[in-house]
């Protein structure tokens, strides 16, 4: 990579790192979870150590939070409000406590205690007190400069007004965090996110009295500008503030050692599900100030401390209810409900179970204490329980041998392949006469690898179904809309709008028409071998005799799953009426032969980003249509890169590097001779 490269990334990095200080500091709006801010951040810090060219004013090393918002007086503090360090393992904390060691001239043998106050994930704030009297609160702001709320953090009940202790400083800054009770938030998770932004969003409001309103708490740790204060260690300090009313963590601990500090660290883990306020980690403070301001700082922050954070995709939880949901295919999948918590930045509150089995393997009961894991998108999943905590009259989960939504007798099928029987349990009614397996039908029906019909989502398709619209696929294309225009919500023109994307969609072809019907084993690679095997949809429809299952086994890609999957959903009367019915209301195109001679041969393509209406499934069949191929990733192998809007920048940058041609939305029709 050369040198402007790596520069144009470096700065591409630093503009996003501000964007996101800005949202989270200024508007109270985090656009990523705090795992992937962590992970930019220190992106960069490992840019700037590789490339000594790399500077800049705004990067992390260099500032702290974000500018103060206009919407209030700012003022300066009067000892900045610095950042910390993150450590993740136990290595981190091994060369963090070496650094001090070789700081300090000491060797293994000299002692340090530290002071392990949990990380309440609050809004940082700064007291100044005069003669034991509340002058002024600012808010962190850059560190140097914060937003004078001094009005709003005087509504805190938390917050001395008055300090009458004869050993209390004659001025100091007294720094901690500002938060919501977990118990609190429920009554305003409606109008906030999560509770950290539930307080930040009460501390920006510009009339006091509404600040009032809002039950928020203030727990002190820190100072910052300091006269006359007369205490030698943290803890000290720590009790004093007690002793001077405010309110400290009960977690806090002293603690001499690195293998201490992890026992430690892992036990608060396992109470955060049990509080009822969210932390994200451990702060460790050297205990001795005299070492602290030996140690001094490092650019933003202080060689004394560090913040060990904990996993951003793990969190525990107590299990409230296990819930089955029943699946398109009628797969009956056990899904967890916890006490929500905070994980990476997300608030979650389900969790999959995934099957019978592995509840029975892990021993997954209601009211246990779980191990919560997620892991990027993946739907967060239970990895462990912890029986200790269990109750005694704790009872093992029953799975239903029954649907839940039907009553129908649940089975595992025994799979021909492996020659073992299923993990998963299904619902064994046919066609639609399950009514979870239908509402999941006619939303895969509506999906955009199918029919994808604009206005007609997921929340759309249960409203109509509760409302008797819709029961069948085919209803969807007769719908009464006099009845849709009287509805909350809806008016003539989304009515007129609705009618129009339905009518647009009467039109398609048969591969997407053979995958909208939600044949179990039948996704869209294998709707496309079918379509080119039958080439016309009378053919496939018309599928009876044993010698056209049997023709099928030719198919390369399709196999005996697959036809037995076929065979069962054609046995069946009500899928038969729906595929008749749907002929009726719907012009469905032969498959397209494919040659060798179109205007896309032996071209591949790759599309990042979201493309203007058209999906990519479209653009997939289209380069099909005319010889060409789509291939997954970026490689030697390709040949052109469709970019549309937020493209994968990773992408980008490795097909530029490849000399691989970047081509817009536009670009790509005209290669087709079709204008965008």
Partial sequence: MNK??????????????????????????????????DELKNELLLLEQKYTFLKSKKSPSNIVGHKPSKNFKKAFHRAPMLS???????????????????????????????????????????LSYKNGKLEQGLSRGDGKEGEDITLNLSTINDIPKKIISKDFPKEIDIRGEVFIKNSDFENLKDKFANPRNAASGSLRQKNPEDTKKIPLNFIAYTYGFEKGLNIKSQSDFLEKLNEWGFKTNSLNKLISGVKNLILNYNEIEKQRANLDFDIDGIVYKINDFDLQKRLGNIANAPRWAIAHKFSSSKGISKILDIDIQVGRTGALTPVAKIKPINIGGVIVSNATLHNEDEINRKDIRIGDTAI???????IPHILSVDKQKRS???????????????????????NKVTKKVDAVRRCSSEGYYCDKISIEKLKHFVSKEAFNIDGLGKKIVE????????????????????KIKNLEGWGKLSV??????????????????????????????NAKLLSKHFVSFSKFKNLSKQIDFEDMLNIDGIGETQVSSIKSFFSNKTNKKVVNELENALLIKDAVQNSDDGLLNNKTFLVTGKLNGISRAEVKSLIEENSG????????KLNFLIVGEKPTKKKVDYAKQLKIKVINQAEFLKML????
């Fill in 496 to 525: 007129q709008n609705l009618k129009y994307s339905i009518d647009q969609k009467k039109n398609i072809s048969l591969e997407r028409f053979i995958y909208s019907l939600g044949i179990r084993h039948i996704g869209l690679e």
């Fill in 372 to 378: 919560i894991e997620r892991a990027g998108d993946v």
């Fill in 463 to 482: 409203n109509f179904w509760k409302l008797k619209l819709i029961k069948y696929p085919q209803d969807i294309f007769n719908l009464d809309f006099s």
């Fill in 673 to 676: 001779n079709k204008s965008s």
């Fill in 4 to 37: 402007k490269l790596i520069q144009k990334e470096y700065k591409e990095k630093i503009n996003a790192l501000n964007k996101f200080n800005k949202y989270y500091y200024d508007k109270s709006e985090p656009l990523v979870s705090d795992s992937k801010y």
């Fill in 629 to 636: 191929k789509t291939i997954s990733s970026v490689s030697k």
């Fill in 84 to 126: 910390l360090v993150n450590a993740f393992t136990e290595d981190d904390l091994i060369n963090f406590e070496k650094k001090i060691f070789n700081f300090l001239s000491e060797d293994k043998n000299f002692k340090i205690f530290y002071s392990a106050e949990p990380k309440i994930d609050g809004i940082s704030a700064s």
């Fill in 392 to 414: 005694k009259n704790s009872k093992k989960f029953i799975f239903p041998k029954n649907c839940p939504s039907c009553g129908s007798e649940t089975i595992k099928e025994f």
